[in-house]
């Protein structure tokens, strides 16, 4: 198979590549930097079946050549990336999933796209399932991100009701592991950097508010799994491993081996106050469920950062 990744030099774009690169497939990662970078994919730069494209697929884009499957990552994800990028979410999310869509189309491929559990908002259903519609302020300053994904949503069941294209939806829940930009504002990589470096661990609002974390691994076997099921979704991907922001940031200090003291910061506005996926469907339909246990994952995590540079990888946009 020969599969293009946009936003395949991102955290979670990159994982994908590596992956379809280790069970055998073409792998082509699509991405414009502006949250990724060259550095995540450097280590597959030798492989013959690798390619790395520069493009902002914004713009209208095409692949040269046989393609199989599109996974659809381009995309700020992380809340601090977004709010500083809200038009460039905003397009990415319609005009980019719409030339991802067309690209699926013209080459007769599957398009899987990555949508997010942020299509819940400030849920009012806990845990989450797919027929939840969804609380979420389209005016506040995370619509442009959680708008964006539902429009994505939209369209890319539009494709494939009207023509014919072999669509996937996932809704990824919280994911960490190793490549995320230690600078990127989400709690787990500024929990860790904080850790790692002695500094206050900043938790936002009285830190009872909850995520549900999943090691990066365990989603990338779910993901391709739905690449190769012909699934409509939505189908929610995430571990159902609920916690508090402050459990987790004490839950880091403590796997540190750090002294830093936690310190409350003002809570962001909108910020979801519960969020756990409801998994039911990802086990029936694809067989899945995450396996890897969240301290081992948060210790590794912990490990890759503790190598990087201060600051992490470079970031061409900033
Ligand atoms: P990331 O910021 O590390 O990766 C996003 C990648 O997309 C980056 O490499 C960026 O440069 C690229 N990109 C952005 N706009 C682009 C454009 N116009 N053209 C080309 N490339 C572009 O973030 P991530 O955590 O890896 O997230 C990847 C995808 O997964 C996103 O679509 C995100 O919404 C979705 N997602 C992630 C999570 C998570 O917990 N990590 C949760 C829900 C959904
Ligand atoms: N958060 C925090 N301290 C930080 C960064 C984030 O307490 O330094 C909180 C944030 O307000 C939210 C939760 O951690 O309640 C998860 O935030 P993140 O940005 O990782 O993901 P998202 O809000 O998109 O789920």
Same mark, same amino acid.
């Given at each position: 198979?020969?599969?293009?990744?946009?936003? +395949?030099?991102?955290?979670?774009?990159?994982?994908?590549?590596?992956?379809?690169?280790?069970?055998?497939?073409?792998?082509?990662?699509?991405?414009?930097?502006?949250? $990724?970078?060259?550095?995540?994919?450097?280590?597959?730069?030798?492989?013959?079946?690798?390619?790395?494209?520069?493009?902002?697929?914004?713009?209208?884009?095409?692949?040269?050549?046989?393609?199989?499957?599109?996974?659809? @990552?381009?995309?700020?994800?992380? *809340? !601090?990336?977004?709010?500083?990028?809200?038009?460039?979410?905003?397009?990415?999310?319609?005009?980019?999933?719409?030339?991802? %869509?067309?690209?699926?189309?013209?080459?007769?491929?599957? %398009?899987?796209?990555?949508?997010?559990?942020?299509?819940?908002?400030? *849920?009012? !259903?806990?845990?989450? *399932?797919?027929?939840?519609? /969804?609380?979420?302020?389209?005016?506040?300053?995370? +619509?442009?991100?959680?708008?964006?994904?539902? @429009?994505?949503?939209?369209?890319? %069941?539009?494709?494939?009701?009207?023509?014919?294209? =072999?669509? /996937?939806?996932?809704?990824? @829940?919280?994911?960490? /592991?190793?490549?995320?930009?230690? =600078?990127?504002?989400?709690?787990?990589?500024?929990?860790?950097?904080?850790?790692?470096?002695?500094?206050?661990?900043?938790?936002?609002?009285?830190?009872?508010?909850?995520?549900? #974390?999943?090691?990066?691994?365990?989603?990338?076997?779910?993901?391709?799994?739905?690449?190769?099921?012909?699934?409509? $979704?939505?189908? =929610? #991907?995430?571990?159902?491993?609920?916690?508090?922001?402050?459990?987790?940031?004490?839950?880091?200090?403590?796997?540190? $081996?750090?002294?830093?003291?936690?310190?409350?910061?003002?809570?962001?506005?909108?910020?979801?106050?519960?969020?756990?996926?409801?998994?039911?469907?990802?086990?029936?339909?694809? +067989?899945?469920?995450?396996?890897?246990?969240?301290?081992?994952?948060?210790?590794?995590?912990?490990?890759?950062?503790?190598?990087?540079?201060?600051?992490?990888?470079?970031?061409?946009?900033?």
């Amino acid at each position: 198979m020969r599969v293009v990744v946009t936003g +395949g030099a991102g955290f979670l774009g990159s994982h994908l590549c590596e992956k379809v690169l280790a069970r055998g497939d073409e792998a082509v990662a699509v991405d414009n930097f502006c949250t $990724g970078s060259p550095a995540n994919v450097e280590h597959l730069r030798h492989e013959e079946s690798f390619q790395l494209l520069e493009l902002d697929v914004s713009e209208p884009f095409t692949v040269e050549g046989q393609v199989d499957a599109v996974l659809h @990552f381009a995309s700020p994800a992380s *809340p !601090v990336d977004y709010l500083r990028m809200p038009i460039e979410t905003l397009k990415v999310g319609s005009l980019g999933t719409l030339h991802a %869509l067309e690209l699926a189309q013209a080459k007769g491929a599957r %398009l899987v796209l990555a949508s997010t559990s942020e299509v819940y908002g400030d *849920p009012e !259903v806990h845990p989450q *399932p797919e027929t939840y519609w /969804g609380n979420v302020n389209p005016v506040g300053p995370r +619509g442009v991100y959680d708008e964006a994904k539902r @429009f994505a949503e939209a369209l890319t %069941l539009a494709y494939r009701q009207s023509h014919g294209v =072999n669509t /996937g939806i996932v809704r990824i @829940f919280n994911t960490f /592991g190793p490549r995320m930009r230690p =600078n990127d504002g989400r709690a787990i990589p500024n929990f860790v950097r904080q850790a790692l470096a002695g500094e206050p661990v900043t938790v936002s609002g009285d830190g009872s508010q909850t995520r549900s #974390i999943c090691y990066v691994d365990d989603l990338v076997e779910a993901i391709l799994r739905m690449m190769d099921a012909e699934h409509a $979704g939505p189908i =929610n #991907i995430g571990n159902p491993h609920e916690i508090s922001m402050k459990d987790l940031a004490a839950w880091i200090v403590r796997l540190a $081996g750090s002294s830093s003291p936690i310190t409350f910061i003002e809570r962001p506005v909108d910020d979801p106050t519960v969020r756990r996926p409801d998994t039911t469907r990802a086990e029936s339909l694809l +067989g899945w469920e995450p396996h890897v246990p969240i301290e081992d994952a948060l210790k590794w995590t912990i490990g890759w950062f503790r190598d990087q540079p201060l600051g992490g990888p470079p970031l061409s946009a900033q």
